[in-house]
């Protein structure tokens, strides 16, 4: 075929020599060249027989078929790239080498604007193959078409913060396989709100297999956007501690948001989703591994303009298959809250979370109709899931706690109502699980040796149920090993109305002493009060239920038998005085379950 230059139109420098080359390959008759070298490959390896024939090299078609392939047909709309001649391939490519001109100096998004506009006008892609350095953003229009072969991607200068590419009040635009890298290495010592990516009010983005990093701000910021997929997102830069708020991606107003498989290196959240001027709707983040330098891997919550949370809604949240990386520790793995008055959160969906935090690791407050599902996550220095104020809660999650005190537990759930879901907790050092101010509501615990640090002061545990009404602990296992679990339930913090043990509930009942009382031997004799008061239950504060009038705190001193006629009769053993400390005067009575009787005075050594 005379007239077909022999070109590799990727490796031209001329420019003048680029752009005739690419005027002969718009004229020239591509029926003319033969494509039976191309048709019919439908496995394997791809080799380049064809375009070293011709000259010519196609992009990111000589590794495998299923990677390099595929993302060619996608960025070309899908179609038979094995039936369509090298020749028509090669023209529906735009190459910005072409469109440089010397007054452009070293600043390269002149060229990339006039190449992009060529590509839009003309139903083209442009196809980045190297880097290219802009000093001043890139903005993208309507109908824009990037695609980037390995390497291919924007820079700028070290330490100068730009925003690289941008769209704003656009629609359908498609990027593949572009890297940005927005250059700042050095420590921000005070807010810097320059992000690299930013997309404003765009309808129909589809980014695939992009990279960014290294980001003054959001690193990919969305924008009060609608109709976002993102897929196979990479985010680098984070791991120096750098301050500010260097969320990897971020969605700001998102209406119809898909964000699938992303690796993400943060310094703060990895994915952040926010409202502040119309709410956020249909948002689902999917496929999450992130590391965070001090912040979490996904939340939500209002923006706080001027210091005040906005009031927005938020619908239809949907998280899934999120974890940390490489054994992390983030914030929080999962945070969802509602902070502004009069925001509305509902219909949110969490579900596959793994991951370690040192905050709580699930946080959701303010919801209505929030689901769980196949949750695993511990915090070092807090709850391992706290959840506070929703309703309409079900689903099974699973949370443990390193922390040794009453504070935090495995789960802790706080003024929630409408509840039906099963809550695990393992080797809690604390409580496993505490339900604090819940109402209406039917839980399935399962809490094995959780108490480990509590127990030397005689507290801890499976469950701690505290100013709760209409609650139903129907089935479940509330158990563990002596020296480790205390006590399976503890309902004795006050405030319970109509709080129902389930004929399913297995529970560990708190230690019982034998008093080692003869048959028939009247109570007091045997008893080494001394020894049952220290090394029993110890000095915990509590108002027995109808207890005499008298001066002084109450304390719990021991719980055991009394055997009477072959009978054990449980009985409770109080103790009421001044501080319970040694030398104190400590009154005791004993408590059967219907009547008291009065015991003597004894003094601690």
Not at 79 to 95: C, G, P, Q, R
Not at 396 to 416: H, K, L, P, R
Not at 459 to 482: H, K, M, P, Q, Y
Request: negative net charge; glycine residues 12%; contains cysteine.
């Amino acid at each position: 075929m005379p007239g077909i230059p022999l070109l590799d139109i990727n490796n031209l420098s001329d420019v003048s020599y680029a752009a005739t080359a690419r005027e002969n390959l718009d004229v020239y008759d591509k029926n003319e060249v033969d494509n039976s070298s191309w048709s019919g490959r439908a496995s394997g390896s791809i080799t380049d027989d064809t375009t070293e024939q011709l000259g010519l090299k196609l992009p990111a078609i000589s590794n495998s078929l299923s990677t390099d392939v595929g993302r060619l047909r996608d960025a070309l709309g899908g179609i038979d790239i094995f039936a369509t001649s090298v020749i028509k391939l090669m023209n529906l490519f735009i190459y910005p080498d072409a469109y440089y001109q010397t007054a452009d100096g070293d600043d390269w998004q002149p060229a990339l604007t006039r190449a992009n506009a060529y590509a839009v006008e003309n139903n083209r892609v442009l196809i980045l193959q190297r880097k290219y350095q802009v000093l001043s953003t890139w903005n993208l229009t309507s109908g824009t078409n990037i695609y980037a072969t390995d390497g291919g991607g924007l820079f700028t200068l070290p330490d100068t913060p730009i925003t690289l590419l941008k769209s704003s009040n656009t629609t359908n635009i498609t990027i593949t396989g572009l890297d940005v890298d927005g250059g700042v290495s050095a420590a921000i010592t005070t807010k810097n709100s320059t992000r690299a990516i930013r997309f404003i009010n765009v309808e129909g983005l589809y980014l695939k297999e992009c990279r960014a990093g290294n980001s003054a701000d959001w690193c990919l910021s969305i924008e009060t956007c609608m109709t976002v997929r993102i897929y196979d997102t990479t985010i680098y830069g984070g791991g120096r501690g750098l301050p500010g708020g260097r969320d990897g991606i971020h969605i700001l107003d998102g209406t119809d948001v898909v964000v699938d498989r992303a690796d993400i290196d943060s310094g703060d959240d990895c994915v952040g989703i926010t409202s502040e001027f119309l709410g956020t709707k249909n948002i689902t983040i999917r496929r999450i591994v992130g590391k965070s330098d001090f912040a979490s891997v996904v939340i939500y919550n209002e923006e706080a303009p001027g210091g005040t949370y906005a009031s927005m809604p938020c619908s239809n949240l949907d998280i899934s298959d999120v974890k940390t990386a490489n054994d992390t520790i983030a914030r929080d793995v999962i945070r969802v809250i509602k902070y502004g008055t009069n925001s509305v959160i509902n219909n949110i969906i969490i579900s596959k979370v793994r991951g370690n935090a040192f905050s709580h690791a699930l946080y959701v407050s303010g919801v209505t109709k929030l689901r769980l599902h196949d949750i695993q996550v511990q915090s070092t220095q807090a709850h391992g899931i706290y959840i506070s104020n929703c309703q309409d809660v079900a689903g099974e999650a699973e949370g443990s706690s390193d922390v040794s005190n009453t504070t935090y537990q495995g789960v802790s759930i706080f003024n929630c109502s409408r509840i039906y879901a099963k809550y695990i907790s393992s080797n809690s050092n604390g409580f496993g699980l505490q339900l604090n101010g819940v109402t209406k509501s039917v839980i399935k615990p399962f809490c094995l040796n959780c108490g480990a640090g509590l127990f030397a002061s005689n507290t801890g545990g499976g469950a701690r149920v505290v100013n709760c009404t209409d609650l139903i602990l129907s089935e479940g296992i509330l158990d563990g090993d002596d020296g480790t679990t205390y006590a399976g339930l503890n309902t004795g913090g006050g405030g319970n109305s109509n709080v129902i043990r389930g004929a399913g509930l297995i529970v560990k009942e708190i230690p019982l002493p034998n008093f080692g009382l003869a048959d028939g031997a009247p109570a007091e004799n045997g008893l080494d009060l001394n020894t049952l008061y220290k090394t029993t239950l110890g000095r915990i504060l509590v108002t027995p239920t109808n207890a005499p009038t008298e001066s002084g705190t109450w304390f719990l001193t021991a719980i055991g038998y009394y055997v009477s006629n072959s009978y054990r009769t449980r009985q409770i053993l109080y103790g009421y005085g001044t501080s319970g400390s040694n030398g104190d005067s400590i009154y005791t009575r004993v408590y059967n379950g219907t009547t008291w009787s009065l015991w003597k005075q004894f003094t601690l050594s």
